[in-house]
């Protein structure tokens, strides 16, 4: 039985005079799986990913949140230690989170409604829903 190749066998393997050889490692490169769709994942992620809707404060809520601020502003000379829970809109989609800070106060800027805290760090007056520190009485 003959074998179908005896007339290639031994023939000289092809070169490209133009082309230099590729290496084998560009050669895997080829052959190696891609992912068709890039950042997939990332927009199933983005698309699962939860955020809280900003809560519109109440008269009450909103007269209490004042008496406290003018309290702590009697005494910012002292640079009161205070605990702010405030709103930070999400840079992605619609809504945002709560977080707490807590920190020393160094000023209460009503004309650009900032909080401004000893560290430099800032927190706009529209997004705070509660503010506590020892200064405070319970019911302020």
């Known amino acids: 039985m003959s074998d179908n190749y005896d007339d290639i066998i031994n023939l000289l393997h092809f070169s490209s005079a133009s082309r230099p050889h590729m290496s084998l490692h560009d050669r895997a490169a080829q052959f190696a799986p891609f992912k068709a769709l890039t950042g997939y994942e990332d927009s199933i992620y983005e698309s699962e990913r939860r955020t809280d809707r900003k809560l519109e404060l109440?008269?009450?809520?909103?007269?209490?949140?004042?008496n406290s601020l003018n309290k702590l502003e009697s005494v910012i000379a002292f640079l009161p230690e205070i605990c702010v829970e405030f709103f930070i809109p999400d840079s992605k989609k619609e809504g945002g989170a709560?977080?707490?800070?807590?920190?020393?106060?160094?000023?209460?800027?009503?004309?650009?409604?900032?909080?401004?805290?000893?560290?430099?760090?800032?927190?706009?007056?529209?997004?705070?829903?509660?503010?506590?520190?020892?200064?405070?009485?319970?019911?302020?």
């Open 58 to 66: 109440s008269d009450l809520q909103n007269q209490t949140l004042n």
């Open 98 to 140: 709560y977080v707490k800070y807590t920190g020393n106060l160094r000023l209460i800027d009503r004309v650009n409604k900032k909080l401004i805290f000893s560290d430099g760090f800032t927190v706009n007056l529209d997004d705070i829903f509660t503010v506590e520190s020892d200064y405070l009485t319970p019911q302020e």
